[in-house]
T-cell receptor, first 114, second 111 residues
């Protein structure tokens, strides 16, 4: 079945450690996104990519990095510079631009700092 | 600041009743979307309404858009326990890739 696969579902990070969240899609979508969701909050955009080898900062990019080497893959690294990384992270994709188009989401990854 | 703001923040009703949620936004838009999120899961697209549309239906869902009041409502008729979820509206953002999301309405359907 077509969709977006995020892994791992649960991840624990120690202080000063970088961690990478995986996101893979087989929908043949050009655009991919990473969102952060805090309890009881809406989604905030971290990074987005319109096309392979191109990505743009969203509203809260500080302390995060991404790459888009393949159309199917858009991994997110949470670096040690992100001081409050505990949150629910959602990867998404859309055929083209988000405005006016359905966005498809993965099942999310929970990141906790220990 | 968030452009889309849902109201109420939480809603608890009996199974079979209708549920209405509202979304307000600040600037003019081309499109508004509604999504649903079950607890701890990803979001699922429900319906998209364009600025030149006033009402749209999909199964038990009815969405209205009032651009003069900068607001939208989502009505779920004949609610079921499986409708228990959070519902979010998303509006056009700063560019075509940056939607703005509200904080959501948490809907609880009591059996």
């Amino acid at each position: 079945d077509g969709g977006i696969t995020q892994s791992p579902k649960y991840l624990f990070r120690k202080e000063g450690q970088n961690v990478t969240l995986s996101c893979e899609q087989n929908l043949n979508h050009d655009a991919m996104y990473w969102y952060r969701q805090d309890p009881g909050q809406g989604l905030r955009l971290i990074y987005y990519s319109q096309i392979v080898n191109d990505f743009q900062k969203g509203d809260i990019a500080e302390g995060y990095s991404v790459s888009r080497e393949k159309k199917e893959s858009f991994p997110l690294t949470v670096t040690s510079a992100q001081k409050n990384p505990t949150a629910f992270y959602l990867c998404a994709s859309s055929p083209f631009r988000a405005s006016g188009n359905t966005i498809y989401f993965g099942e999310g990854s929970w990141l906790t700092v220990v | 600041s968030q452009q889309g703001e849902e109201d109420p923040q939480a809603l608890s009703i009996q199974e079979g009743e209708n549920a209405t949620m509202n979304c307000s936004y600040k600037t003019s838009i081309n499109n508004l979307q509604w999504y649903r999120q079950n607890s701890g899961r990803g979001l699922v697209h429900l319906i998209l309404i364009r600025s030149n549309e006033r009402e749209k239906h999909s199964g038990r869902l009815r969405v209205t858009l009032d651009t003069s009041k900068k607001s939208s409502s989502l009505l779920i008729t004949a609610s079921r326990a499986a409708d228990t979820a959070s519902y979010f509206c998303a509006t056009d953002g700063y560019n075509n890739y940056q939607l703005i999301w509200g904080a959501g309405t948490k809907l609880i359907i009591k059996p």
